[in-house]
């Protein structure tokens, strides 16, 4: 079974960092592009980041860019986003998702996001 | 980069059929037939029910389907069930700087 699985969310105060891992099961973590997503509380969905299957790729929203670091560890099927400089409007749910390509010339996040994980809470609060 | 827009809320009654529309621009949506749909549920992860514009992945009841026309797509619930009672949104590859843009968001109440 294909299963992702967020872990590292919490509580941080302002301007603090925090670390989120995804763990990939299920599938050959290496063939695939990830991405983060966000959803802040009662808020619609905020693509966040983008990293192609050898990290040769990545891409941020403009929201993060500059704050935020998005890893991958092929050998550990893991993906992680460094979040530093945090700020109250980076309160969400983040998601991790697999980037699927369809074949041919696919963007960096893949055509589409499947499956998702079950996501980790961040909130940034004094 | 500017959220899609779509309807807040679409409503219908159990076997009714509704469409939601999701706009765009000619940057992203009416670029890439790569618009996909997903719905959500309350303190849920969100689920994919369609990629590439009209392509729906196995295990999706065929009661959902998706179009696009310049730069709008559409998703439409046909037969609804009170088990389509959800939020539901699109996603668009907007090009350039890798950047997906996400709908606003519509939650669909089965009446």
């Known amino acids: 079974e294909v299963q992702l699985v967020e872990s590292g969310g919490g509580l941080v105060k302002p301007g603090g960092s925090l670390r989120l891992s995804c763990a990939a099961s299920?599938?050959?973590?290496?063939?695939?592009?990830m991405n983060w997503v966000r959803q802040a509380p009662g808020k619609g969905l905020e693509w966040v980041s983008s990293?192609?299957?050898?990290?040769?790729?990545?891409y941020y929203a403009d929201s993060v860019k500059g704050r935020f670091t998005i890893s991958r560890d092929n050998a550990k099927n893991s993906l992680y986003l460094q979040m530093n400089s945090l700020r109250a409007e980076d309160t969400a749910v983040y998601y991790c998702?697999?980037?699927?390509?369809?074949?041919?010339?696919?963007?960096?996040?893949?055509?589409?996001?499947?499956?998702w994980g079950q996501g980790t809470l961040v909130t940034v609060s004094s | 980069q500017s959220a899609l827009t779509q309807p807040a809320s679409v409503s219908g009654s159990p076997g009714q059929s509704i469409t939601i529309s999701c706009t765009g621009t000619?940057?992203?949506?009416?670029?890439?037939?790569?618009v996909s749909w997903y719905q959500q549920h309350p303190g849920k992860a969100p689920k994919l029910m369609i990629y590439?514009?009209?392509k729906r992945p196995s295990g999706v009841s065929n009661r959902f389907s998706g179009s696009k026309s310049g730069n709008t797509a559409s998703l439409t619930i046909s037969g609804l069930q009170a088990e389509d009672e959800a939020d539901y949104y699109c996603?668009?590859?907007?090009?350039?700087?890798?950047?997906?843009?996400f709908g606003t968001g519509t939650k669909v109440t089965v009446l």
């Open positions: 998702a697999r980037g699927y390509c369809s074949g041919g010339s696919c963007p960096p996040g893949g055509n589409w996001f499947d499956p």
């Open positions: 299920g599938f050959t973590f290496s063939s695939y592009s």
């Open positions: 990293i192609s299957s050898s990290s040769s790729y990545i």
């Open positions: 000619s940057s992203d949506v009416g670029s890439y037939n790569l």
């Open positions: 590439e514009v009209s």
């Open positions: 996603c668009s590859y907007a090009g350039s700087r890798g950047v997906y843009v």
